[in-house]
Structures are given as C-alpha cells and as structure tokens.
C-alpha cells in the first residue's frame, strides 16, 4: 500500500523486491535506485529516468506494472549492465508495461533470434506509447490484455516477423491406460496421466499495427487484433487460422 519514493544520491547496490498494491517511485539522482528489480503481485514501478536500474526489471509471481513515464529506451533480455538502460524480463502473463506521462515513452525491441514477451502494453487517453520491434529475428506476443488506444500509440515492425498468438495450457486428463483398461505406470510405479491440449489462453491485444518495409506481422493461432494494421510497400501481413480481427 502507499508509495515508496526512492530519491538519493549515488548507486543503490541493491536488489530490490516490491509487491502489493503500491507504487514505488525510483528518482535516485546521480546513480542508479537499483541494480536488480523483482515486481510481483500487482505492484507498479515508475522510473524517473532509464538509468534508475543498472542491470535487470524482472516481473515475477502475479506481475505488476513497469510505468516508462515518457522514457525512451532500447530494450534488450540480457546485458543489461553493459548498455544504457536496462533489461526487462517477464515471468508471467500479469506483466505490463504502461506509461503514465503526458510525454510519449517508446521501447524498440532490439534482441536477435526467436523470443517471446508474455505481458502486455497499456497507455491512456493522456498517454502514448510505442512499441517498435527492431530484432531481425521473430518476437512472439502473447499478450492478453494489451489495449494501447492513443492515435500516437502502437506497434511498429521495423523488421524480422512480430507474431501474435494464444499459448497452451495443458491439463491433467484422469489416469492413462493400456488397450485392455489397465492403468499404466512408469518405472518407479507412479500411474502416468493422460492430458488434455485444448484449453487456449488467447492472445488479445486492442492496437494499431504498422508493418515497414522488409517487416513481417503475422496474427497467429488463437489471437484476436482489434485495430488497424497499416502495410507500407515491401511489408508483410500475415493471418492464420483460428483468429480473429476486427
């Protein structure tokens, strides 16, 4: 509950874990508030400025919200101590990255290779944020609850593939058997379960989409989009089965 506001001077070497329904505020000046944050259980942080954490954000059990407070940065998975800025990491599907300023905050996703975000993006009717994608590789989202609305808010794929899908929750399906009914065991005498693959959490996301010029967007299975997507010449829009835009 409350607010806690981190404002001295110099580098805070430490790792910081909130949680909770409050806010803590990091304005530390001529050094870093943190070297490490973990951001469970609904909490949100709001830097000052990108330099606030040395090293990592991570979110962790049941999330919480990283406000960008009209910050702009260049977003990596890992090195974070070795680049301006800092590292963002999701754990869970309760993560969000919002920005709660009048100034328009932007984060370009610069890791290579296949990776995935399992959060989401929120602004506000007084709030922009952009999303631009810059990694060459491909970036799934499995976003469930991206609303980004502001005319200057949105998703650019500068290039590589941006892939919005749903994920697969598998459930324990009773007790596997053989042909004759038995129950089946392993080597140790456990009895195996059978598991059921049909239970989709789907990805949702309310935005605007521009895809340039040697960009990909693909609106993978189980996903539905609704916003406009803008495809300028050398671009590529994508739609596979089982989705849904409107």
């Given at each position: 509950?409350?607010?806690?506001?981190?404002c001295?001077?110099?580098?805070n070497?430490i790792?910081l874990?909130?949680?909770?329904?409050?806010k803590?505020?990091?304005n530390?000046e001529k050094?870093?508030a943190a070297y490490?944050?973990l951001?469970?259980?609904?909490?949100?942080v709001?830097?000052k400025?990108?330099?606030?954490?040395?090293?990592?954000?991570t979110?962790?059990?049941?999330?919480?919200?990283l406000d960008?407070?009209?910050?702009?940065?260049?977003w990596?998975l890992s090195g974070?101590?070795t680049?301006?800025?800092f590292?963002i990491?999701a754990l869970?599907?309760?993560?969000?990255?919002?920005?709660?300023?009048?100034?328009?905050?932007a984060l370009?996703?610069?890791?290579?290779?296949?990776?995935?975000?399992?959060?989401?993006?929120?602004d506000s009717?007084?709030?922009?944020l952009?999303?631009?994608?810059?990694g060459?590789?491909?970036w799934?989202?499995?976003?469930?609850?991206t609303?980004l609305?502001?005319?200057?808010?949105?998703?650019i794929?500068?290039?590589?593939?941006v892939?919005l899908a749903?994920?697969?929750?598998?459930?324990?399906?009773?007790s596997?058997v053989?042909?004759n009914?038995?129950?089946?065991?392993?080597?140790?005498?456990?009895?195996?379960?059978a598991?059921r693959?049909?239970?989709w959490h789907?990805?949702?996301?309310?935005?605007g989409?521009?895809v340039?010029?040697g960009g990909t967007?693909e609106?993978?299975?189980?996903?539905?989009?609704?916003?406009d997507?803008?495809v300028?010449s050398g671009?590529?829009?994508v739609?596979?089965?089982?989705?849904?835009?409107?």
């Amino acid at each position: 509950e409350g607010a806690l506001n981190i404002c001295g001077n110099g580098n805070n070497e430490i790792f910081l874990n909130v949680g909770g329904a409050g806010k803590t505020l990091l304005n530390q000046e001529k050094g870093y508030a943190a070297y490490n944050v973990l951001v469970n259980t609904g909490s949100t942080v709001v830097i000052k400025d990108t330099t606030q954490i040395y090293r990592d954000l991570t979110f962790g059990n049941g999330g919480g919200t990283l406000d960008m407070n009209g910050n702009k940065m260049d977003w990596y998975l890992s090195g974070g101590e070795t680049r301006d800025g800092f590292t963002i990491n999701a754990l869970t599907e309760e993560a969000i990255i919002s920005n709660g300023s009048s100034a328009f905050a932007a984060l370009s996703f610069k890791e290579s290779g296949n990776q995935k975000f399992v959060g989401s993006f929120r602004d506000s009717k007084d709030s922009a944020l952009g999303i631009i994608y810059a990694g060459g590789g491909t970036w799934e989202l499995n976003s469930i609850r991206t609303c980004l609305e502001n005319a200057d808010s949105g998703l650019i794929v500068a290039n590589g593939t941006v892939k919005l899908a749903g994920t697969l929750t598998v459930h324990g399906h009773g007790s596997l058997v053989d042909s004759n009914g038995r129950p089946v065991y392993d080597t140790d005498g456990h009895a195996l379960f059978a598991t059921r693959n049909n239970d989709w959490h789907y990805a949702d996301a309310k935005m605007g989409v521009r895809v340039t010029d040697g960009g990909t967007f693909e609106l993978g299975s189980h996903a539905r989009l609704t916003g406009d997507v803008t495809v300028e010449s050398g671009g590529t829009y994508v739609m596979r089965e089982g989705v849904r835009h409107t």
